[in-house]
């Protein structure tokens, strides 16, 4: 097993880095190349509501200065990267005197926990799923039954929970439509909590589970068929090892490393469409807050959620590639080798 | 090794078949499925122009409010009656939901067309160039395709369409395409690492030919299937993300889409008033725009890859 090396640690520190750096970039530049800037949008939607405002030239330049808007551009950038490396995304325009870190405090948890959850289990069915298609001694019934569970595959998560909600909470009843936890329920570590928790998050989890598993059973298969074709497995076979130990020690452990490859750069992609399922759900995650944020053009929120976000996937990114060299014993990394 | 050791019954069947014409790879069933359901939502677009069907009344009052679906006999004093002159229904504001669908669903996968193609072009260019080049230029386009493959692409929208209102729909495109190149510049810098040093290419080199001509005559053309799986995976992320921009009532408003006749009835709670044929259409539309997508990748990686052939279901 091949150590974590320093290099290769700063490295991927150095991705991390790179990847928050330009997202926030992105964040900043994008919206400025359009023409108008927020707080005037805003100020002109008071004025569309109230009729009348004075001296609002004054006000839209106060607000300027207030959120950091006004001076040339380099000097608004640096503002702009120092607040985010101190993590201070400002106040909710909508909300004011709430800070947008507790906002995001506050949503962060379910979506963490509810994505993390849904992704680790999409990851595990999906590939075991995939391995068992691609294995020649299932039996043939099986492996022709298990394509069925990949019909949802590559259909929005949040179409899914369209579905899901209409039938098993609208029409039969069995889940709750909406929420984190069932009303009157005191959250704690008590079992009614926990329970009502599960309860109201499996209806998200599986909106994401039954449509992303289809994703990663069809990578894991073709992996596992050019593994059946290395002669490592022939010799497993040629030993007399038992069938299921080749299935996971053989043929699972050498396909995985390509999947989890693959987890890393699909995280960004799991992220977004989460977002559409926390608001579908009415699940008070990151989502949800994001899309209140969007109905009250919310400016500050928008941006510290979506720059949470990358942060989010970035980090998980380098976990996983810090993991990396632990479950792959082959790699060394002197030379640099995604 | 060979495709006999990966699967006896898939080799047997090939042997029973024969070879001849009808055996090219391009013949695989999943991908012509595909292409055909893709080929029916595109032709779509011509039923307005051709007169086959009115689809001005995909404005809002242009029909009556609330009809549900012809085939049905819904006995509800809050829904209309089913009238076979609106065949799919129409919803609260009065649009024809057959309209809707004829007008939306191409112009869904116009988008993702639009998207995908611009994101494989910079794809080509920076893949080729560092699997050529090579060195510092590689390191640069690897780590930056890396990083930006890692950002949730929606989430950078949603900030961007929150700012800029009424987005245009191919300004929407080429944003949307911003994030579709890092995967086919992934895939083909890695193709050409692999490719560089095959028979063919070196024999090409030895005959003089240029590195342009070797790129884009010998190599490009056995990278085909590798490329046209990517294409049609990112058609399918690029619609995906401009679904989800519409869902949120972010996207372009002018041209009914898919994605925004969802958010039109999520806004007025379709899904509780039972108005099923309301965000059912878009859904149903948009499953077969994916399906379609998904059916054609998973055909293109079986032909560009032998051994996913191998265990077919038989």
Redesign the interface.
């Known amino acids: 097993m091949s150590e974590l090396t320093l290099g290769y640690f700063l490295r991927r520190l150095g991705?991390w880095l790179?990847?928050i750096w330009?997202?926030a970039t992105?964040?900043f530049t994008?919206?400025r190349l359009?023409p108008g800037d927020?707080i005037t949008?805003m100020v002109e939607r008071m004025i569309q509501q109230a009729g009348y405002i004075e001296n609002s030239a004054d006000l839209i330049e106060a607000w300027r200065a207030r959120f950091g808007l006004d001076g040339p551009w380099h000097v608004q950038y640096r503002n702009y990267l120092l607040s985010m490396v101190r993590v201070d995304l400002g106040y909710s325009l909508a909300n004011f005197p709430a800070r947008v870190t507790d906002i995001i405090g506050r949503s962060l948890p379910w979506t963490l926990g509810m994505v993390s959850i849904a992704t680790i289990l999409s990851f595990c069915a999906g590939n075991l799923i995939g391995a068992l298609?691609?294995w020649?001694r299932v039996p043939?019934a099986i492996?022709?039954i298990l394509?069925v569970s990949l019909t949802f595959?590559?259909?929005?998560f949040?179409?899914f929970g369209?579905?899901l909600?209409?039938f098993l909470a609208?029409k039969w009843k069995i889940f709750p439509a909406f929420g984190n936890y069932g009303r009157g329920v005191e959250p704690g570590w008590n079992l009614d909590f926990i329970l009502s928790v599960l309860h109201h998050g499996l209806l998200p989890v599986l909106s994401i589970v039954v449509t992303s598993m289809g994703f990663w059973a069809?990578g894991m298969?073709?992996m596992m068929?050019?593994t059946?074709?290395e002669d490592y497995m022939i010799l497993a076979n040629a030993k007399g090892l038992r069938s299921r130990r080749i299935f996971w020690f053989y043929g699972i452990r050498n396909s995985m490393l390509p999947q989890v490859t693959a987890l890393?750069?699909n995280?960004?992609?799991v992220?977004?469409?989460s977002?559409?399922v926390e608001?579908?759900f009415g699940y008070p995650g990151l989502g949800y807050f994001?899309?209140q944020a969007?109905i009250s053009?919310d400016?500050t929120v928008?941006?510290g959620?979506?720059f949470m976000?990358?942060v989010g996937?970035?980090t998980a990114?380098l976990i996983l590639d810090l993991l990396y060299p632990m479950i792959d014993p082959r790699i060394t990394y002197s030379k640099?080798q995604? | 090794?060979s495709v006999a050791?990966?699967?006896p019954t898939g080799n047997q069947a090939s042997a029973r078949r024969g070879l001849n014409t009808w055996d090219s790879p391009w013949l695989n069933f999943k991908f012509l499925l595909g292409l055909s359901m893709i080929a029916i939502i595109l032709l779509m677009a011509g039923a307005g122009p051709l007169g086959l069907y009115d689809t001005t009344r995909a404005r809002v009052a242009s029909a009556p409010l609330n009809l549900p679906p012809a085939w049905t006999n819904i006995d509800n004093p809050f829904f209309g009656e089913p009238d076979p002159e609106y065949p799919l229904g129409t919803d609260s504001d009065g649009r024809d939901l057959t309209a809707v669908l004829l007008v939306g669903a191409p112009r869904s996968l116009h988008i993702g067309l639009i998207a995908a193609g611009a994101g494989m072009l910079i794809g080509v260019v920076l893949g080729f160039s560092a699997g050529f080049i090579g060195g510092w230029w590689d390191?640069f386009v690897?780590?930056?395709s890396?990083?930006?493959?890692?950002?949730?692409?929606?989430?950078?929208l949603?900030?961007?369409s929150?700012?800029?209102?009424n987005l245009d729909v191919v300004i929407l495109a080429l944003?949307l395409a911003a994030f579709a190149w890092p995967g086919p510049t992934r895939l083909l810098r890695a193709q050409v690492l692999s490719m560089r040093e095959r028979g063919y290419v070196q024999m090409a080199r030895l005959s003089g030919a240029n590195t342009f001509s070797i790129l884009f005559r010998e190599m490009l053309p056995n990278m085909l299937p590798y490329l046209a799986a990517s294409l049609t995976g990112n058609v399918?992320?690029a619609i995906?993300?401009a679904?989800?921009l519409e869902?949120?009532?972010?996207g372009p408003t002018r041209i009914p889409t898919m994605g925004m006749t969802?958010y039109h009835a999520?806004y007025v709670s379709a899904?509780?008033r039972g108005m099923?044929w309301w965000?059912g259409m878009p859904?149903v539309a948009?499953?077969i725009v994916?399906?379609g997508?998904?059916l054609m990748t998973?055909g293109l990686?079986e032909i560009a890859?032998p051994?996913?052939r191998?265990?077919r279901?038989?």
């Open positions: 991705m790179l990847t330009i997202g992105l964040i994008i919206p359009a927020p949008a298609m691609a020649r043939a492996r022709n394509p595959t590559s259909i929005p949040f179409m369209i579905l909600i209409s609208f069809l298969r073709g068929v050019t059946d074709g890393a750069l995280l960004g992609a992220a977004g469409g977002l559409l608001l579908i994001l899309y969007i053009a400016y928008i941006q959620i979506v976000l990358i996937v970035a990114v640099g995604a | 090794m050791t990966a699967a390191a690897r780590t930056i890396d990083s930006i493959i890692t950002i949730p692409a929606l989430a950078v949603i900030v961007i929150a700012f800029v209102k944003l399918s992320g995906l993300a679904t989800g869902a949120l009532g972010l969802i999520m899904l509780f099923w965000w859904i948009l499953v994916f399906t997508l998904f998973v990686d890859n051994r996913l191998g265990i279901e038989q």
